[in-house]
């Protein structure tokens, strides 16, 4: 397994990180994200915090959110908040918050292009198929900022469980149906077509992506209010 180590700049004071959640993204990352680590990681602890500045990662089902707003206003700690359609979106916020419903660096730089220019495709006919293992039952979140992207309605998105047809339609090799994110986006126009393909297995570009994400904020002092992780890609910050 693989571990990634939070490297934090040298003139900046290591802050704690806390990992709240305890299903399957948490523990991943409290098991990658603790070894070979230069920053202190553990699993957030409620009331018993140290009250001193931190970083909190919030990669629960949002029944501690209330306990770790408070505690992040009491000592301007900044909350990364991961969870897809979070109620902490366009909030009034007295401490930082990052929204980072995707951690994929790689996935966001490509999003970052698709926000900037999905409208130039503007009355193609357009296709926008995902794919994950069968156990996700939330909404697809990749997926549907595509669709937004490019113009399309959230319910034309094509949403493909079965394994038999991932493998067989799709390429996803059985060794990752498990543990997959595939997007596929066609385009066309008339006897024109593009077609544009991601494809994520396992997990680790999600812990590689929080280890950068974090390292970013323990080099920069947040102003006290919501950034989207976008901001942080457009800046160049990851």
């Not at 700049?9 to 680590?37: C, F, R, W």
């Not at 669709?147 to 399309?152: F, K, M």
Request: with cysteine.
């Amino acid at each position: 397994m693989q571990a990634y180590a939070l490297h934090t700049h040298p003139k900046e004071q290591s802050m704690q990180v806390y990992i709240a959640g305890s299903g399957k993204l948490a523990t991943e990352l409290l098991d990658k994200l603790k070894s070979n680590s230069e920053s202190a990681v553990a699993s957030w602890p409620g009331e018993s915090a140290a009250q001193g500045r931190a970083i909190i990662v919030h990669a629960g089902s949002g029944r501690e959110i209330n306990g770790i707003s408070n505690f992040c206003q009491r000592t301007t700690s900044v909350l990364v908040e991961l969870a897809t359609g979070s109620s902490l979106e366009g909030c009034q916020s007295s401490f930082p918050i990052v929204l980072c419903p995707n951690t994929n660096i790689l996935m966001l730089k490509f999003m970052c292009m698709l926000e900037r220019s999905g409208s130039l495709f503007k009355g193609s006919e357009i296709r926008v198929t995902e794919s994950h293992q069968s156990s996700k039952t939330s909404v697809p979140g990749t997926a549907v900022s595509i669709a937004n992207a490019l113009g399309l309605a959230a319910a034309e998105i094509v949403s493909v469980r079965n394994a038999a047809q991932q493998m067989a339609d799709l390429g996803i090799p059985p060794e990752h149906l498990e543990r997959h994110a595939f997007h596929r986006i066609e385009i066309h126009d008339g006897p024109c077509s593009i077609a544009m393909e991601t494809r994520v297995y396992g997990d680790s570009p999600y812990a590689s992506g929080v280890e950068q994400i974090i390292g970013a904020i323990q080099q920069r002092a947040l102003q006290a209010r919501v950034y989207s992780i976008n901001e942080f890609i457009e800046n160049g910050w990851v």
